[in-house]
């Protein structure tokens, strides 16, 4: 059983930055691709970032140059660096390990002010 809590999401202007965290239990986070969400009211969720337990990564389009995800296997973490937010930006972001069973964080709130 693995679980997953996020922090770090926040009310900031447009322009500015965030940085997410994920922090993860389970004795094989090392080896597990994983990935940030997004979910806006009435839209679906969709991928944000994702990073593969060798460092590669990918970025959907409308982030690109602008968020950065890393992981630290010490810690059991990954952390989702967000600049030059936007309001298109504002939705609840999720961390997820993208495996066939794969688990959600609670989630945390993101909203960006024009």
């Known amino acids: 059983q693995v679980q997953l809590v996020e922090s770090g999401g926040d009310l900031v202007q447009a322009g500015g930055s965030l940085r997410l965290s994920c922090a993860a239990s389970?004795?094989?986070?090392?080896?597990?691709?994983m990935g940030w969400y997004r979910q806006a009211p009435g839209k679906q969720r969709e991928l944000v970032a994702r990073?593969?337990?060798?460092?590669?990564?990918y970025y959907r389009d409308s982030v690109k140059g602008r968020f950065t995800i890393s992981r630290d296997n010490a810690k059991n973490t990954v952390t989702l660096q967000m600049n030059s937010l936007k309001p298109e930006d504002t939705a609840v972001y999720y961390c997820?390990?993208?495996?066939?069973?794969?688990?959600w964080g609670q989630g945390t709130q993101v909203t960006v002010s024009s």
């Open positions: 990073i593969t337990s060798a460092g590669g990564t």
């Open positions: 997820h390990t993208e495996t066939r069973n794969g688990y």
């Open positions: 389970g004795s094989t986070f090392s080896i597990t691709t």
